[in-house]
């Protein structure tokens, strides 16, 4: 019989405004400090979009850059996809103002939603297409401009959003390279954990929706945490379990960037090292589904990870969401 298809990553693209707002900044707007901010989360600073940018223009911006990185042109794609929560309207896609941007002419595009999970719901899908022989060329893009629906009255969590995109090329892999393994999950029950209320068909936009400030991001800060430290804590043994891999098998974990307390305890529960935790919070915030391509390029500008290297993804997220993947580069 003849070998399974694998979809492999060929190429690797981020963007980041270059406005970044330190914890010395929001001194000066809520009663906060740098102290209190470090420690509760890790994070020291996070970039935000000015004026001119949006969600659109960072993923169309990672999306150039995996495609130069893959040595490919626009017209080479097959299908775009864009995780995002962030959208630049309520429709259309963003994947197809990215679509636009690049004149990639006749490709199909759509945007997932999926919260801080989409890039690893996005990898599968789009590893998906490819291993079915639908398609030979994915661009699988994470962006996010969450300071854009963050209320920053709310000292509880307008500390903790940035802005970023990441984007991958994908395409069929000849040799042991691409998705070994993936896993996603979800429970709507836990949807009140982190949403914004409105803008929707349930509570569509009106002087009381503005006045309420249900524009912008509410968040259950405890019941995140217990269910991030939870879900991070199966990935890892899931994905594990079912490649059959050891701590030692595994290069790195690059696990969506929600709060260094999370990534820490889960790491503590299930015994993984966190030297082979990538980390990069501090610079970043969380940055949703944009956080793991970010993590993952950056890991491998750093020399931490390239060719051959197994990398496990590890996310959840508003929705509630989660999901899992086992790649090697």
């Known amino acids: 019989m003849p070998e399974p298809i694998r979809a492999a990553i060929a190429g690797l693209g981020v963007s980041a405004p270059p406005r970044v707002m330190t914890n010395a900044d929001f001194e000066k707007i809520i009663d906060t400090s740098d102290e209190w901010i470090t420690q509760r989360t890790g994070i020291r600073q996070r ?5 001119g940018e949006s969600t659109a223009t960072l993923a169309t911006d990672a999306a150039r850059k995996a495609l130069a990185d893959a040595g490919l042109e626009p017209s080479d794609l097959d299908l775009i996809l864009c995780a995002t929560v962030t959208p630049e309207m309520i429709f259309p896609a963003v994947a197809c103002f990215v679509q636009a941007d690049l004149g990639a002419t006749d490709v199909p595009a759509f945007d ?27 661009l699988v893009i994470g962006a996010e401009t969450l300071t854009r629906f963050t209320d920053y009255t709310d000292r509880g969590s307008c500390v903790i959003f940035g802005d970023g995109a990441g984007a991958v090329v994908m395409e069929p892999s000849d040799n042991e390279r691409g998705l070994i393994y993936s896993v996603l999950g979800a429970d709507g029950t836990g949807w009140d954990f982190i949403h914004i209320p409105a803008g929707g068909s349930r509570h569509p936009a009106s002087q009381k929706t503005i006045d309420h400030r249900g524009h912008y991001i509410k968040m259950r800060g405890r019941d995140v945490y217990k269910f991030a430290v939870e879900k991070m804590r199966w990935l890892l043994g899931e994905c594990m ?34 030297e082979k935790v990538y980390v990069n919070i501090d610079r970043y915030g ?4 944009a956080s793991i391509p970010l993590a993952l390029a950056e890991a491998r500008d750093a020399g931490l990870v390239g060719p051959g290297s197994l990398i496990l993804m590890i996310a959840f997220g508003a929705g509630l969401t989660w999901g899992g993947a086992a790649i090697r580069l």
């Open 241 to 274: 379990d079912k490649c059959g891999l050891s701590v030692d098998d595994v290069d790195l974990v690059v696990p969506h960037q929600v709060n260094i307390r999370i990534l820490q305890s889960a790491a503590e529960k299930c015994h993984f090292p966190m």
């Open 47 to 51: 970039h935000v979009v000015s004026k």
């Open 286 to 289: 969380n940055t949703s589904s």
């Open 112 to 138: 997932i939603s999926a919260a801080c999970s989409g890039f690893v719901y996005g990898l599968t899908v789009g590893a998906k297409f490819i291993e079915t022989g639908m398609y030979r060329r994915v």
